[in-house]
């Protein structure tokens, strides 16, 4: 009988961790072929920050899961204590550093506000300087999601950007843009940097975002507890079957 529980805990976990290396291999194919394109897809991701930055963390995401399938699988189909304990491991650091991240974002939860946000922007923001990850991630930001500041664009008065740069009133990144297909030519940059109000973008980035993401903030925290549970999972089938292992 207990031969018969560790054989179908062993072929369990093979075809569960055989998913999870499916899972991996996708993600770092995905990954590759946006690095490697040679149509220009390249170039459109490099163009924006937050796309770079998304396909090094699918990189990452896809390597992390392509090496646990492999441990789980090889570990499991060949019983092999070493490789469990190392997968068992690898799991157990996962799990600890999310349960850590989920610590200190509620720990930090005040540095999420509204006014957190604009204190930092009127602070830090510069406009046209690229070569800061500060500007150039908020630069991204108004690009992408069509917004300016965090409430408004007044969050620009009595800023950096303003000291910096007098005689606009808003940065470039808030300026509206045609909406034609492959067209990013601004619609009239000259009013929009002067302050109108037709030609720039007059949402805050906080409520575009929220806006966004809001579908999703729901479905985000089902599938992190899914994920956990399956972390647990998965490190309770390595210890039994390394337990059962002779």
Known sequence: MEGDCLSCVKYLMFVF???????????????IWVLL?????????????????GVYVILAMGGMLFLLGF????????????????????ILIIFLA???????????????????????????????????VFTSTWNAIMNTFDCCGVNSPEDFEESLFRHINPSDMVPEACCQRNSHLGDVAYISREECLMGSMLFRNNK??????????ETYIYLAGA????????????????MC???GIQ
């Open 71 to 90: 441990l789980g699988c090889c570990g499991a189909i060949r019983e092999n204590k070493c490789l469990l304990l190392f997968f068992f491991m690898l």
């Open 17 to 31: 961790n055989f998913f999870i290396f499916l899972g991996g291999s996708f993600l770092l194919g995905v990954g």
């Open 223 to 238: 599938l992190a507890i899914v994920v956990l549970t399956i972390e647990l999972f998965a490190m309770v089938f390595a």
């Open 98 to 132: 999310e349960l850590a991240a989920a610590i200190l974002a509620f720990i930090f939860r005040e540095h999420l506000t509204r006014e957190y946000f604009t204190n930092e922007l009127k602070r830090h923001y510069q406009g046209y300087n690229n070569t800061d």
């Open 204 to 213: 805050g980035c906080y409520s575009a975002v929220v806006d966004n993401f």
């Open 37 to 53: 394109d040679p149509t220009g897809f390249r170039e459109i991701v490099a163009a924006n920050p937050l796309l770079f930055t």
């Open 241 to 243: 079957l390394f337990r």
